[in-house]
Nanobody, 119 residues
């Protein structure tokens, strides 16, 4: 069993910043990748940013230069620093972790945290 607990969402004005965090716990031998996704009302869930074991990162074009993903392996935690927020960044943000444990490799989702950016 793997649990992901997210925190840090909220309401901000355009141009402001927010930081999200997601802590993984449970039967984890190794975290292969952690990522952030978002889903706006009426839209499909989309990948925002991913960081893999070793530290390589990748971002959606819409957030490049504004968002930064990072991870703390000692804490099994991934962060998303969001700067210069825009109203179109409004969505529920979900954390995902691909982990290796006693039962093999699995992917898990957090419960989601709301980010609202007002214009």
């Amino acid at each position: 069993q793997v649990q992901l607990v997210e925190s840090g969402g909220g309401l901000v004005q355009a141009g402001e910043s927010l930081s999200l965090s997601c802590a993984a716990s449970g039967s984890i031998f190794r975290i292969n990748a952690m990522s952030w996704h978002r889903q706006a009302p009426g839209k499909q869930r989309e990948l925002v940013a991913v960081v893999i074991s070793g530290g390589s990162t990748n971002y959606a074009d819409s957030v490049k230069g504004r968002f930064t993903i990072s991870r703390d392996d000692a804490k099994n935690t991934v962060y998303l620093q969001m700067n210069s927020l825009k109203p179109e960044d409004t969505a529920v943000y979900y954390c995902n972790a691909v982990t290796m444990g006693p039962w093999g490799t699995r992917g898990d989702w957090g419960q989601g945290t709301q980010v609202t950016v007002s214009s």
